[in-house]
């Protein structure tokens, strides 16, 4: 296997798990709340174009790749700045979390320790 090839398979596996990342539990935010679903969506759909250009190239030469590896190294490092550095105001870079970090399910978060009760019946 050339070296171009293998990068090109390593660019697609890292673009392949920034798109599964929110199924397998790590928390990829570009910091726009719901907006964040059209950055998934061009995401999705520049990884699925470079799987079938990838997969249509596979025998061809290394010249081939070279063209492939630059235009989708590009984008890819604009969506790793847009979801680190570059990320919007809602999940803001101050907190310098690399992707926003892993999920935590914590079933106790809502416990009655944590939420501060008000009694209602004063207010009358």
């Not at 990829?28 to 679903?37: E, I, R």
């Not at 890819?76 to 700045?81: E, N, Y």
């Amino acid at each position: 296997m050339s070296t171009l090839k293998a990068l090109n398979l390593v660019l697609l596996a890292f673009e392949v798990f920034l798109c599964t990342g929110l199924f397998i539990g790590f928390h990829v935010v570009f910091g726009h709340g719901l907006g964040d679903l059209i950055y998934y969506a061009i995401l999705y759909l520049l990884t699925i174009t470079h799987l079938i250009l990838t997969v249509k190239f596979r025998n061809a030469s290394q010249r081939r790749f070279v063209p492939l590896l630059i235009t989708f190294s590009i984008t890819t490092i604009l969506f790793s700045l847009k979801a680190t550095i570059w990320r919007g105001p809602e999940f803001s870079w101050r907190n310098r979390k690399l992707f926003y970090g892993f999920i935590i399910k914590n079933s106790n978060a809502l416990s009655s320790s944590s939420v501060k009760k008000t009694d209602v019946t004063a207010a009358f």
